[in-house]
């Protein structure tokens, strides 16, 4: 018995030394681990951070390899995927990761809104409007309804834009009203392409109702209106959207000038205009005046076009000035003109005040950016 105990006493130093160190290896196993993990980590931060988008995609994969329940790693991994234009990686990583069967609750739904980006910045309008669609309900759900009403935009399904718009309304996301108009009116110019211009002008007035300081459905409701035979209703129109849209004043001038002349409402819409034009001057409205003025042989062209120069220098104005002198070396003068012309055609497009587009027509949706109502209805040159 005393043998027995005296082996078992020696024994037991060795048993814990080998105890001891066996857990050593243990965390020096666990240390260089995590250490690597983190330095492959932190280095792809770092060429991230000095723009090496190569390099840091190395070192990402270098850390998820290394730490491959890590879902941090392969968020980051998959946002440079998509940020280089590499979709079709960005989707494997995020794909991967929805269906790993331990990942949290949050973490799966913030890849489903990540695969849902990747889908949008792909062009795959099919598969983002099906991922978007699995956030309802999320903490993702206001991103991803913005995302979908901006891919219903791209594709022109109005219908849809407009149910979706209604719950970010409803939602408290702000007032889409003037955007839901819009949409009206892009489904009543499809219907006017098509000849039902009843069912157009139906949703022309829904429009109006819905946003009336906008002025674009009351314009393309006078449009549509002289199209059916109507033109003093179409003169009336517009003549209404003068006060409801001070800002469009610029926009609606000349319509309302042509349909003045063609009503026998000249003095009228001169008058009206000119009231217009003297508390706010703008190229527009006073290429409106001029054209009533030569109708009933008021004031000449050349002589509106100098009170302009006195009020504000522009050289659209001095061009049509011009236009109508007589220089001294007349012989010259069709060169000069044709010079000031041309000088003057990019000071008379619109520009985008949201990306800086520039473009000859007005556009109630810029094609740049696809903002809304980010045209302003004035000129280059008058901004």
């Not at 037991?12 to 196993?29: E, T, Y």
């Not at 527009?284 to 042989?297: E, G």
């Amino acid at each position: 018995m005393e043998f027995s105990l005296s082996w078992i006493l020696l024994g037991l130093p060795l048993v814990f030394i080998l105890g001891w160190g066996a857990s050593r290896f243990d965390l020096r196993q666990i240390r260089l681990e995590n250490h690597q993990a983190p330095k492959a980590y932190f280095k792809g931060l770092n060429f991230l951070l000095n723009e090496q988008q190569d390099q840091a995609i190395d070192a990402f994969i270098e850390a998820v390899q290394n730490d491959p329940d890590t879902s941090e790693l392969h968020f980051a991994l998959g946002n440079l995927f998509r940020r280089r234009g590499e979709y079709e990686r960005a989707v494997r990583v995020h794909q991967h990761l929805l269906s790993r069967g331990d990942i949290s609750q949050a973490d799966r739904q913030r890849a489903q809104h990540a695969l849902a980006l990747d889908y949008l910045k792909a062009g795959l309008l099919d598969r983002a409007e099906e991922a978007l669609l699995k956030l309802e309900g999320t903490p993702f759900e206001a991103q991803a309804r913005l995302a979908l009403l901006a891919n219903y935009e791209r594709s022109r399904d109005w219908a849809l834009a407009a149910q979706v718009a209604e719950k970010l309304e409803r939602a408290g996301q702000g007032n889409f009203s003037p955007r839901l108009a819009h949409y009206l009116c892009e489904q009543a110019a499809t219907l006017a392409t098509q000849g039902d211009l009843d069912a157009a002008t139906q949703l022309l007035r829904q429009a109006i109702v819905m946003a009336p300081e906008a002025a674009r459905a009351q314009m393309d409701l006078a449009h549509l209106l002289d199209k059916k035979g109507d033109a003093d209703k179409a003169w009336q129109t517009l003549l209404d959207a003068l006060g409801a849209s001070p800002s469009a004043i610029p926009l609606i001038a000349q319509p309302l000038a042509d349909l003045a002349l063609r009503t026998g409402h000249v003095e009228e819409t001169c008058a009206q205009l000119q009231a217009l034009y003297a508390s706010n001057p703008s190229l527009d409205v006073l290429d409106a005046i001029v054209t009533l003025s030569s109708a009933n042989a008021s004031t000449s062209a050349r002589d509106w076009y100098a009170r302009h120069l006195e009020k504000e220098p522009s050289l659209v104005a001095a061009t049509k000035w011009i236009a109508g002198e007589k220089l001294e070396h007349e012989q010259f003068h069709p060169q000069v003109q044709r010079a000031l012309d041309h000088a003057t055609k990019p000071l008379l497009r619109y520009r985008c005040a949201a990306c800086g587009f520039e473009a000859v027509q007005h556009f109630w949706q810029c094609p740049g950016c696809q903002a809304w109502d980010s045209y302003p209805a004035r000129r280059v040159e008058e901004l």
